[in-house]
T-cell receptor, first 115, second 115 residues
């Protein structure tokens, strides 16, 4: 079975630019969530979508936005990139959000470097 | 404000030894407590999880101990093996106003098991 796939795997951008990260969930999973993992830290929650509706938003600036498509894939967009946005961006899918009966399955992430 | 505190930051054990990682939380509304294992270059993978109505859960060499009154939970890895060398994250999930469970992760523990 295909796991959660993310693209691209690596990305280098310049300050002020815009970036779009993509995620395809496991087949049958209707929830996708996004996390930022800075080196040496745990993942920080950014967004969660279920059935194309936003169900949760973490403490991130409005430069961060996301959406979920009818096929349940998702995009994370970041505008006006800052050096501090350099991180591993993880996508996770689940049946209906993170719970005992609906655990998260993570992709291997997109490594974003902002110079 | 860090809602899930994880310790130690790093841990070195000998092959065959017991690895113990501890986490403490503040919000009593958390109701799902998973542990994740992450290898370099990979996304986190669910290892084992527990609900707060259970004091202990064991799966193979991995055991979660949960103390609801103390708001603490821990991961025990018995007979630790070099292949267990990875970063381990505890997490706690809460049902949000948006209608979905949102996780908060600890900062991670880097485990090294010497042969």
């Amino acid at each position: 079975d295909a796991g959660v796939t993310q693209s691209p795997t690596h990305l280098i951008k310049t300050r002020g630019q815009h970036v779009t990260l993509r995620c395809s969930p496991i087949s049958g999973h209707k929830s996708v969530s996004w996390y930022q993992q800075v080196l040496g830290q745990g993942p920080q929650f950014i967004f969660q979508y279920y059935e194309k509706e936003e169900r949760g938003r973490g403490n991130f600036p409005d430069r961060f936005s996301a959406r979920q498509f009818p096929n349940y894939s998702s995009e994370l967009n970041v505008n006006a990139l800052l050096l501090g946005d350099s991180a591993l961006y993880l996508c996770a899918s689940s049946l209906e959000g993170d719970s005992y009966n609906s655990p998260l399955h993570f992709g291997n992430g997109t490594r974003l470097t902002v110079t | 404000q860090q809602q899930v505190k994880q310790s130690p930051q790093s841990l070195i054990v000998q092959k065959g030894g017991i690895s113990i990682i501890n986490c403490a939380y503040e919000n009593t509304a958390f109701d799902y407590f998973p542990w994740y294992q992450q290898f370099p270059g990979k996304g986190p993978a669910l290892l084992i999880a527990i609900r707060p109505d259970v004091s202990e859960k064991k799966e193979g060499r991995f055991t979660i101990s949960f103390n609801k009154s103390a708001k603490q939970f821990s991961l025990h890895i018995m007979d630790s093996q070099p292949g267990d060398s990875a970063t381990y994250f505890c997490a706690a999930s809460i049902f949000s106003a948006g209608g979905s469970y949102i996780p908060t992760f600890g900062r991670g523990t880097s485990l090294i098991v010497h042969p």
